[in-house]
C-alpha cells in the first residue's frame, strides 16, 4: 500500500536556522507528493507539491524536490522565522486516486 | 477564496450520544474527505465521498457513517460516541480534474466525548 515516513518531531530551532525536514514514500505508480502546514488552532493549508520526478515545488521560502530515485520528498528553509512555528505534513496522493495519505506530522518550534 | 466551513469548532459530548458533524464547502468540488488526526499517528482518512449519495470507506471507518445528500455538504455522523472517538477531525474537499490536485481543508472539530 501507499505510505509516508516523515522524521519525528519534535524539532525546535532558533531564528534564521536552516531547517529540514526528510520525508519517504512508498507507492506504487508515479505518484503526486504535498506538503501540508497546520498554523496552531487552524486547519492544514497546501505548503508545496510536487507531481513528477525532478519536479522542485517552492512557496514561502520553503523547497522540495520530488526524488524518485530515493522515494524522497524533503522540505527546507534557508532561513526560519518565528511565524514558522507549525506542523508540518508530507503527503502523498496516488497516480490513480484523489486521496491523500499522511505522515505522522512534524512539530517545528523557532525562538526568537 | 477557497471556503471549506466546519459548523462546530469544539464540542463535548457524552458517551452512547448520536453527533453529527457538518461540513459545507463552496467550491463546487466533486470529492469530500473525513480525516481524522490524532497526535504521532498523523492524518487517517474517514470516509470519501466522490458524487452527491455516494461515499466510500476509507482508512478507519469503523463507529462512523456520513452522508451526502447535496454536493456542498458532507456530513460525518457518529452513531454512538466512545471515548476513542475523541479527537479532531477535519473536512477537506478537492476537484477530481487534474493530476496532483490540491485538497482544501476546514479549520477542524475538536471532539471531546465524556
Known amino acids: 500500500g501507499n505510505s509516508v515516513t516523515q522524521m519525528e518531531g519534535p524539532v525546535t530551532l532558533s531564528e534564521e536556522a536552516f531547517l529540514t525536514i526528510n520525508c519517504t514514500y512508498t507507492?506504487?505508480?508515479?505518484?503526486?507528493l504535498f506538503w501540508y502546514v497546520q498554523y496552531p488552532g487552524e486547519g492544514l493549508q497546501l505548503l508545496l507539491k510536487?507531481?513528477?520526478?525532478?519536479d522542485k515545488g517552492s512557496n514561502k521560502g520553503f523547497e522540495a524536490t520530488y526524488r524518485k530515485e530515493t522515494t524522497s520528498f524533503h522540505l527546507e528553509k534557508g532561513s526560519v522565522q518565528v511565524s514558522d512555528s507549525a506542523v508540518y505534513f508530507c503527503?502523498?496522493?496516488?497516480?490513480?486516486?484523489?486521496?491523500?495519505?499522511f505522515g505522522a506530522g512534524t512539530t517545528v518550534t523557532v525562538r526568537a | 477564496d477557497v471556503k471549506v466551513t466546519q459548523s462546530s469548532r469544539y464540542l463535548v459530548k457524552r458517551t452512547g450520544e448520536k453527533v453529527f458533524l457538518e461540513c459545507v464547502q463552496d467550491?463546487?468540488?466533486?470529492?469530500m474527505f473525513w480525516y481524522r488526526q490524532d497526535p504521532g499517528l498523523g492524518l487517517r482518512l474517514i470516509y470519501f465521498?466522490?458524487?452527491?449519495?455516494?461515499?466510500e470507506k476509507g482508512d478507519i471507518p469503523e463507529g462512523y457513517s456520513v452522508s451526502r445528500e447535496k454536493k456542498e455538504r458532507f456530513s460525518l455522523i457518529l452513531e454512538s460516541a466512545s471515548t476513542n472517538q475523541t479527537s479532531m477531525y477535519l473536512c477537506?474537499?478537492?476537484?477530481?480534474?487534474?493530476?496532483?490536485?490540491?485538497?482544501?481543508f476546514g479549520e477542524g472539530s475538536w471532539l471531546t466525548v465524556v
Open positions: 477537506a474537499s478537492s476537484s477530481p480534474s487534474g493530476r496532483g490536485n490540491t485538497i482544501y
Open positions: 503527503a502523498l496522493s496516488p497516480s490513480d486516486d484523489y486521496k491523500l495519505s
Open positions: 467550491m463546487d468540488h466533486e470529492n
Open positions: 507507492a506504487t505508480g508515479y505518484p503526486s
Open positions: 510536487a507531481t513528477k520526478a525532478d
Open positions: 465521498s466522490y458524487d452527491v449519495k455516494m461515499k
